[in-house]
């Protein structure tokens, strides 16, 4: 149950851990994509844009939404396109996996920071993988991963 104490840690979880995991996401889409040899940069947030440090943006509602574009990728494949738009929840997946291996073998204390990190991620690996459309021009990861190994299509924008 939801109580008063708890606004604290909602406040603590909704505001930096999520926006933390998305950054996480974002990066992985990125890494991906200058790997190939393209240009990509992530936005963080709606709204006018705070503070832009190399290929990240973040913008005055960080909390609120997070993107990757990226073009002109110089090793040009449908796998390339896939790797790339599979980076964020493969990044998401190896936090986890990171953080869960580190806490085992004694480096960290679980904390509710930790658990609430590899919470937020596991949900973006989940939501980022569901194939689906949320307008024209804007797909989950996994509908653009499937867009571009069935039919070629590349999407430059996508969560």
């Not at 909602?10 to 933390?20: D, E, R």
């Not at 990728?73 to 996996?97: C, E, I, M, Q, T």
């Not at 991963?145 to 924008?157: H, P, R, S």
Request: glycine share 8%; proline share 2%; hydrophobic share 50%.
């Amino acid at each position: 149950m939801f109580e008063w104490n708890d606004v604290l840690t909602f406040f603590w979880a909704f505001f930096l851990v999520l926006p933390l995991a998305a950054i996480v996401h974002q990066m992985g889409h990125t890494f991906f994509a200058l790997l190939f040899g393209g240009k990509g940069c992530f936005t963080v947030g709606r709204g006018k844009t705070i503070v832009k440090l190399g290929v990240v943006k973040i913008k005055h509602l960080y909390f609120l939404d997070s993107f990757c574009e990226y073009e002109n990728l110089k090793y040009d494949s449908r796998y390339a396109h896939a790797l790339v738009y599979l980076g964020g929840p493969l990044f998401n997946l190896l936090s986890v996996l990171g953080i869960n291996s580190l806490i085992n073998a004694g480096f960290l204390e679980a904390n509710q920071f930790l658990y609430q990190f590899s919470y937020f991620s596991v949900y973006f690996v989940f939501f980022a993988l569901f194939p689906v459309k949320y307008s024209e021009h804007h797909s989950t990861d996994g509908r653009a991963i499937y867009d571009v190994l069935k039919y070629g299509k590349t999407c430059a924008t996508f969560d």
